[in-house]
């Protein structure tokens, strides 16, 4: 029997991805003629920012909690993304329009320093930057995650200090993200569980982490990991329906002793965890029952969010 595995990024193969229009610098292309320049310094040095986010029945959701982090690193490293929140919802709403989608879409935007006049490091270099990207794709997170959950490996890959490259910039360099994966890889897993610089359980190379132990919810001190958007939430929700939560310091001892462990992502929401290091989490029986809680806690907040009618995208084609 071949096995199918999945990880916390894959998506039902939609044929429709194969003719989407793309944002790129005001101009909304064919995929296929969506181009940005060999001397851009996202391509040359990763030096740039993202976001993933979703489209969900017209709306962006947690558009803010995104603006808010992408803004923030962008000031961080200098860049100026040439465009205020205003005017990136406005991109973002005719990139939907011309694709006619409105729900089960998951975008990148990205922002660089831009193109380089020469094939070097210094940001002067880049001279008409920055290069704004918008990918819109239909995207439904892979059936069948809910039960058969994500098996994890702790890699010899660590989470960085914020002295040196902040862990919290979510920069197209995610090289050490990358090597962690190929790290779990190799190992058999998924998906690649990090720790930090003292051997603590930090987060994975894609997702924040989660355990449940004895009825409470821990997570990292959110020292080392991105600060994800859906962590937050996740944190959120927890505290409004009087589950205990702490971000701590925990090792893998104790990720050991867990009944449930799951993961969050803007992507897939919240994502059971089956193994680690080949050993089942808990009893094995997945979805454990305070991940199926915060799972629909988080579906009816997006619903509610979505109710508010905050960034409705617009129907306008350009
Ligand atoms: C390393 C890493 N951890 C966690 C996340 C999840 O963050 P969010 O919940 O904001 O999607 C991401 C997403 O970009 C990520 O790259």
């Known amino acids: 029997m071949i096995e199918t595995r999945t990880t916390t990024h894959d998506a039902v193969e939609d044929p429709r991805n194969r003719d989407i229009r793309i944002y790129v610098n ?6 296929d003629e969506a181009k940005v ?3 851009d ?31 923030e690193s962008c000031k ?11 005017g ?18 998951h975008c990148r935007l990205m922002v660089t320093r831009g193109r380089k006049a020469k094939p070097f490091q210094h940001p002067s270099l880049s001279r008409s930057g920055p290069t704004v990207v918008i990918i819109l794709e239909h995207s439904k997170p892979a059936s069948g995650l809910s039960q058969q959950g994500i098996r994890l490996a702790t890699v010899p890959q660590v989470r960085g200090l914020p002295h040196s490259q902040d862990p919290k910039l979510n920069s197209h360099s995610k090289l050490n993200c990358v090597i962690a994966c190929l790290q779990a890889e190799q190992a058999g ?14 987060t994975t190379n894609a997702c924040n982490f989660f355990i449940v132990r004895r009825g409470e919810v821990w997570t990292s001190t ?13 944190i959120q929700l927890c505290r409004e329906k009087n589950i205990p939560v702490f971000e ?17 992502g803007s992507f897939g929401g919240l994502t059971p965890v089956a193994e680690i290091d080949g050993k089942a989490v808990g009893n094995g029986n997945l979805p454990g029952e305070i991940t199926v809680s915060l799972q629909t806690a988080y579906r009816t907040l997006i619903s509610s969010h979505i109710e508010k009618g905050n960034f409705p995208a617009s129907k306008t084609k350009r």
């Open 37 to 39: 320049s060999v001397y």
């Open 76 to 86: 961080a490293v200098s860049l100026d993304i040439g465009m205020d929140r205003a």
């Open 222 to 234: 959110g020292d080392y990991c991105m600060n994800g958007v859906t962590r937050g939430k996740v």
């Open 26 to 31: 005001g101009e909304i292309v064919p995929r």
């Open 41 to 71: 310094s996202g391509f040359l040095l990763g030096d740039g920012m993202w976001e993933g986010l979703r489209l969900d029945r017209g709306h962006w959701v947690f558009f803010d909690e995104h603006m808010d982090r992408l803004f």
């Open 88 to 105: 990136l919802l406005d991109a973002l709403n005719a990139t939907a329009a011309a694709n006619d989608m409105e729900s089960d879409v």
């Open 248 to 264: 701590k310091n925990f090792s893998l001892l104790e990720c050991m002793g867990a009944e449930e462990a799951f993961l969050t």
């Open 189 to 202: 897993a998924d998906e690649g569980l990090m720790l930090d610089p003292h051997g603590f359980v930090n």
